[in-house]
């Protein structure tokens, strides 16, 4: 339990040392609207470590199903640092890029289908009774604003 606060701790001060050294215009971005928004600051740190900062402040637009610190806390013990590691940096591009569609898609023009993902691969978006999930994950709260795209919050780390 010790070693989660640590990395909690660890990935809050990432989060606040990355939301420090953005320029005004990129903390509107997608990455630093999640910096400044206090509950992603684990994405925010694989954001960092994949090398995908500039890419997501980038022109876009982009929609991200973006994970909470609960969600990435829900996976196995060790799998976030080992993630963070630079020899799996791959492998991590590959499960944020999965959280990535280019374009700017609002909640209202949601409807069940498939979505390709930046990654190349299809993700299943489910529209059942006012309910939305992107494959295991609930969408919790949608449409937050960008200057290039769009952010859903999900509950749960989509893996490829």
Known sequence: MKQLAFIAAAFATASTLMTSNLSAAEEKTIVGVAAGAGQFNTL???VKAAGLVDTLSGKGPFTVF???DEA???LPAGTVDSLLKPE???KLTAILTYHVLAGKVMAADVKTMSVKTVNGKEAAIK???GKVTVGAANVVKTDIAASNGVIHVIDTVLIP
């Open 72 to 74: 990435f806390a829900k």
């Open 88 to 90: 799996n940096k791959d």
């Open 66 to 68: 973006a994970p909470t």
């Open 127 to 129: 529209v059942d009774g």
């Open 44 to 46: 925010v740190a694989a």
